[in-house]
C-alpha cells in the first residue's frame, strides 16, 4: 500500500508541477492547500506560501528545475497521505482533481487575434495580442 501512495504522489506531484507555469494554478494550488487544511490544518497557510515559492523559483530557472520540485512535493504529498487512515483517499481525489485540472486547461482554446492597422503620415502603429513593451521613440 505504500508503495501504492509513493506512486500516486509522484504522479499528483509531476502533474502539480506541470500546472505551475498554466493559466490553470490558482486551481490547483487551491486543491493541494485544501488538502492540508484537511489533514494538517496548522501547516496549510505554510504550504501555500511555499507552493508560492516553488512556483517563483520554478518560472526564474525557465522551468528547469522541474524534477527537483517534483521530488520535494512528491515527498511532502507522500508524507501528508499518511497522516490518517483516510488519507490516502484523499490524495487519491486530490491526484484526479489535478488531472481534470490539467485536462481542462489543455483543452481551453486559444483565441485567435486578427488586427488592422493604416498609418499615415508620421504616424506609427503598435499592436500587441497581448503583452506590448516600447521603449524609444
Known amino acids: 500500500m ?7 504522489a509522484v504522479s499528483a ?3 502539480l ?10 486551481q ?8 492540508w487544511r484537511r489533514l494538517r490544518p496548522a501547516q496549510a497557510d ?5 507552493l508560492d515559492g516553488a512556483r517563483a523559483g520554478l518560472i526564474a530557472a525557465g522551468g528547469t528545475h522541474g524534477t527537483v520540485v517534483v521530488d520535494e512535493w ?3 504529498l507522500q508524507d501528508v497521505a499518511t497522516a490518517g487512515p483516510q488519507a490516502a483517499a484523499v ?5 484526479e482533481a489535478l488531472r481534470r485540472c490539467a485536462a481542462g486547461a489543455e483543452s481551453t482554446p486559444v483565441a485567435r487575434v486578427e488586427m488592422h ?4 503620415g508620421r504616424g506609427r502603429v503598435f499592436q500587441a495580442g497581448r503583452d506590448q513593451e516600447i521603449t524609444g521613440q
Open 91 to 95: 490524495l487519491l481525489d486530490l491526484a
Open 2 to 8: 505504500e508503495r501504492d501512495i509513493g506512486v500516486l
Open 17 to 26: 508541477v506541470q500546472m505551475m507555469t498554466s493559466d490553470a494554478w490558482g
Open 46 to 50: 505554510a504550504v501555500d506560501a511555499d
Open 13 to 15: 506531484a509531476t502533474t
Open 74 to 76: 512528491a515527498a511532502r
Open 117 to 120: 492597422a493604416k498609418a499615415t
Open 28 to 35: 490547483a494550488k487551491s486543491s493541494v492547500v485544501s488538502l
